[in-house]
């Protein structure tokens, strides 16, 4: 921004002024602050500077090269050779990316090849797009990278059927590209010298701040009437998902030999482990926060609790900090906080000792205050990890993977990679299905584009490519939102290019664009389109090939396109969500019942083993996200396509409120010190539970049963039981409100009562 206010105030001094002030009243007059937490972000989702590393690629080539060559078509297919490798967005070591691009390189360049090779017949064209599409869809399921790699082939073909060209000329534009994948890959590894991919750090951080903000969504919601109950699963869901791409992220690290490295690694684990055990006690905070509603604690809840949850993010959120600066003075702010959560829970318990309460009231705020220790026991937890941390001798950080040949070989993992790959040809597998989708859609849009003769019509097979996703919702939203953005970029482009303004100004505001098309492109997809669109009318412009017939076929292309993806997704082999949902019900049901036997085995004394409810917990978590990812995806169907999705959406709810409620049998257990649990009943009384899961399992199938859920003789045998354990009234509470959902999720299920 700084280096664009000094070209202004260099050529044309007023403006430069007004973007000065302009820019520092965006900044609030807080440049400093601003500042700060740019560079915290990026910490954690390093978008600015992987989209800095984009716009190098892009630019560089586009607006150095013509001033000692003039502008010509070769220096265009460099650019976005250079462009696409680098919008690869791969989250690992610098060598797997280094090698990915390569792999990447060959396969846009061999369609590249082929596409301006088949450009002059129509069906050869045709047949290649096919094979090209089924293998990039394909590609699209295989991995997070895949989809990059799925788009830039696919880009590249069609780039190639736009210029036709013979096999002689095809080589020299492939020369071009070259030079292209090496500006790239030069770009990626000088990247090293100013920023370590820390992959491992990493992971560890943003599991944290998927803590803080699951608690500062819990605290926001809980202090409305109406909270969005939907935001907290979701939060709940990214906790999950930062867990799980951490966890599979170190099974693919070498295991190394230096003993410091392994002390680095080992802490870094116990961190993932912490921040896991953190992450479940802020569940159990929201379920005991649910029971604090109205009578004594109304006064308290948005001034005490409020205060005290929202400590507790603070510290959550500068321990995400500290684990990826590594930095004494961070560490220090975290120990702060940390007091802070402690006086703030002597302070809670103060407050409560004052207040006119029952006795169940008493036992309800007594148990929420031993939740809350118990998170703050995580915290304490986690900054003496972090002071083990700093305090290592020698700062080796093992996860700023070397570049040596070995360490190279090793990552590669060459018969993974072929298992996923064949895994994809399964005829019946839903990715299998679309990939076929996407060639079919493809082959449509090439023969609409090559027989009609359409000016630039390669944009509409470009568009299904972009826009058609695995799923009928998330295509039309797509769609629309490519429709929305490229309109709304043509107008504002339109509008600009209408001044007769200097070049100067043109090359700035392409390299600003090129900056938000990257920024937004992950973040707002409806914008990055805008930007998008918004460069391509001033590359048009700078190009002197602009006009308002051209910018109409274009958005008549990407309309056509967005139209077919939408037809495709709906007409061949469509996958509605109803037909998944059964099965991934049952299984999220299955994963509680599981639970709930391993939480009742610690009652038994059947079961001492921590880990054992910590890795149960893990596939709950997972089943009920992909369960609510699943009704999240049907909501956005064709409304003659739903199928009962209130429903849906209660049997969801339900569920996860009972993993809630376990987990808070669980951490309850926990916190026990060596206490031995004596039990009466609980054998009879587990049996019972389980035959009524069963039961409802065989609802959610559809099943006929063979006789009725017996809630009366459950509670009778609830009444029986006895367990002598200083948090047993609590335990009993949360006993039924898992009887008391079960009982919703039947009458839900129970065709006569509906």
Not at 54 to 66: D, E, G, K, Q
Not at 114 to 127: K, L, P, R, T
Not at 359 to 370: A, D, G, P, R
Not at 607 to 630: G, M, Y
Request: charge should be positive.
């Amino acid at each position: 921004m700084y280096i664009i206010i000094i070209i202004f105030q260099f050529y044309y001094n007023d403006i430069g002024t007004c973007l000065y002030f302009f820019f520092l009243l965006n900044m609030r007059f807080q440049p400093t602050k601003q500042l700060n937490a740019i560079l915290q972000q990026e910490y954690f989702e390093p978008t600015i500077s992987w989209a800095l590393r984009v716009v190098f690629a892009l630019n560089v080539p586009l607006l150095l090269l013509p001033l000692k060559t003039g502008f010509h078509l070769e220096i265009v297919w460099m650019a976005f050779t250079a462009y696409l490798l680098s919008l690869l967005d791969f989250r690992g070591p610098h060598y797997q990316k280094v090698f990915v691009q390569i792999v990447e390189s060959v396969f846009i360049i061999f369609a590249a090849i082929v596409g301006m090779n088949v450009a002059d017949n129509i069906w050869y064209s045709i047949v290649c797009m096919f094979v090209i599409g089924f293998f990039a869809a394909l590609l699209r399921n295989w991995s997070d990278y895949g989809a990059a790699i799925g788009i830039a082939m696919g880009f590249f073909y069609l780039f190639g059927l736009a210029n036709p060209a013979s096999f002689h000329h095809s080589m020299h534009y492939a020369q071009w590209m070259l030079y292209g994948a090496a500006w790239a890959l030069f770009i990626t590894l000088t990247s090293f010298l100013f920023n370590t991919s820390n992959p491992l750090k990493r992971s560890v951080a943003i599991i944290w701040k998927r803590n803080t903000e699951l608690l500062d969504a819990i605290v926001k919601e809980n202090l409305v009437e109406k909270p969005n109950i939907a935001l907290i699963i979701e939060k709940e869901i990214a906790v999950r998902t930062a867990i799980n791409k951490s966890i599979e992220l170190f099974k693919r690290k070498n295991k190394v030999a230096q003993d410091i490295q392994k002390t680095h690694y080992n802490l870094l684990i116990e961190l993932r482990k912490t921040s896991s055990l953190f992450g479940a006690s802020i569940t159990s905070l929201h379920e005991g926060l649910e029971t604090l509603n109205g009578g004594a604690f109304e006064e308290i809840r948005s001034s005490v609790i409020y205060k005290t949850l929202s400590a507790f993010g603070q510290a959550s959120a500068r321990i995400a900090i500290v684990v990826f600066t590594n930095r004494k003075e961070d560490f220090t702010l975290a120990n702060v906080r940390l007091r802070r959560c402690q006086i703030a829970i002597q302070i809670l318990t103060k407050t409560c000792n004052n207040l006119q309460l029952t006795e169940k009231e008493k036992l309800t705020i007594e148990h929420f205050i031993q939740t809350l220790q118990i998170s703050c026991d995580y915290l304490q937890q986690a900054v003496q990890l972090l002071e083990t941390k700093l305090n290592l001798k020698k700062s080796v950080q093992m996860e700023e993977y070397k570049l040596s040949f070995n360490n190279f070989l090793a990552g590669l993992n060459f018969y993974e990679w072929l298992t996923a790959l064949r895994s994809l040809f399964n005829v019946n597998s839903q990715q299998f299905k679309y990939a076929l989708r996407v060639a079919i859609a493809l082959c449509i849009g090439v023969f609409i584009f090559m027989y009609f003769h359409i000016n630039h019509g390669y944009w509409i097979p470009l568009t299904i490519i972009i826009v058609i996703q695995p799923y009928y919702g998330a295509t039309l939203k797509k769609g629309i939102e490519r429709v929305a953005g490229t309109i709304a970029g043509i107008i504002v482009g339109g509008i600009i290019t209408l001044f007769n303004l200097p070049h100067l100004f043109y090359v700035v505001l392409l390299v600003i664009v090129s900056f938000y098309i990257v920024y937004f492109i992950r973040h707002n997809y409806k914008v990055g389109v805008f930007f998008l669109t918004l460069m391509m009318v001033i590359l048009l412009h700078i190009s002197s090939m602009a006009s308002w017939q051209l910018i109409g076929w274009r958005v008549l292309s990407t309309c056509i396109g967005s139209v077919l993806a939408v037809l495709a997704g709906y007409a061949f082999w469509p996958m509605w969500e109803k037909q998944q949902f059964p099965t991934l019900m049952s299984n999220a049901l299955q994963q509680n019942k599981n639970y709930l036997k391993l939480i009742i085995a610690y009652l038994l004394n059947e079961q001492t083993d921590n880990d054992s409810w910590i890795k149960q917990r893990n596939k709950v978590e997972a089943a009920n996200s992909d369960v609510f990812a699943c009704v999240q995806r049907m909501n956005i169907e064709p409304q003659h396509i739903q199928q009962n999705i209130d429903k849906s959406f209660s049997l969801v709810g339900i569920n996860i409120r009972i993993a809630r409620e376990i987990t808070s049998i669980a951490l309850s257990l926990s916190s026990l010190k060596n206490e031995n649990i004596t039990s009466k009943g609980l054998p009879s009384y587990q049996q019972q539970l389980v035959e009524i899961i069963d039961i409802l399992d065989d609802l959610i199938a559809d099943k006929k049963i063979a006789s009725l859920p017996d809630f009366k003789s459950l509670n009778t045998l609830s009444t029986q039981v006895r367990l002598e354990i200083s948090s047993y009234h609590f335990i009993k509470t949360e006993f039924e409100k898992i009887i008391f959902e079960l009982e919703n999720m039947y009458m839900i299920l129970d065709k006569n009562n509906q």
